[in-house]
C-alpha cells in the first residue's frame, strides 16, 4: 500500500519513507512533527536518524503527499495530505490539534472574497486556543 503511494508520487521505494508513510497513515494524531515520528520509529525498533526523517517529510511533501504547518509556537507539524480542505484549531500550552470544517466559515470567505474581487484559491483558518475540560496535559504546570 505505501509502496504504491510512493511509485504514484514519483518516489523511489526506500525503508525509511515506507516507514515513516505508515506511520503518517496510522497515528492517531494526524498532525506530527519530525520529531515524534523520530521518536515513534525508535519505539518500533527502527533506526532512522532524526536528520533522515526531516529529509524524508520534505521530499514528501514536495512530492505533494503531506503538508507542513508552522503553528504558532510549535514545531512543525505534518500531515497527510488527504485532498479534503479543513481548518486547524491549536492548543497553545501543549500543541493539540484538532481539524473543523465549518460550512457558514465556509461561506463567509467566499462571500468576503467575492465582495473584495478575489476568486480564493486556498486559505487557510488557524485558530489559537487552550484546550479545556481537564485534557490538556500542560495546564496543570503552566497554571500553577
Ligand atoms: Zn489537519
Ligand atoms: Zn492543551
Known amino acids: 500500500m505505501e509502496t504504491q503511494e ?20 496510522t497515528a492517531e494524531e494526524h498532525h ?8 515513534q520509529l525508535l519505539a518500533a525498533g527502527e533506526e532512522i536518524g532524526l536528520a533522515t526523517v ?11 503527499l503531506v503538508s507542513r504547518h508552522h503553528f504558532e509556537g510549535n514545531q512543525a507539524v505534518f500531515e497527510l495530505e488527504r485532498g479534503r480542505h479543513h481548518d486547524h484549531i491549536v492548543c497553545v500550552k501543549c500543541g493539540r490539534v484538532d481539524e473543523f470544517v465549518d460550512p457558514i466559515i465556509e ?8 465582495k473584495l474581487g478575489y476568486t480564493i484559491q486556498d486559505h487557510a483558518l488557524i485558530i489559537y486556543g487552550e484546550c479545556s475540560q481537564g485534557v490538556c496535559p500542560k495546564k496543570q504546570p503552566m497554571d500553577s
Open 32 to 39: 506530527m512533527s519530525a520529531e515524534t515520528i523520530y521518536r
Open 6 to 25: 510512493l511509485k504514484k508520487a514519483g518516489l523511489k521505494i526506500t525503508l525509511p519513507r515506507v516507514k515513516i508513510l505508515q506511520i503518517l497513515e
Open 107 to 114: 461561506e463567509r470567505q467566499k462571500a468576503i472574497a467575492d
Open 54 to 64: 526531516y529529509r524524508v517529510l520534505t521530499q514528501f511533501e514536495a512530492a505533494g
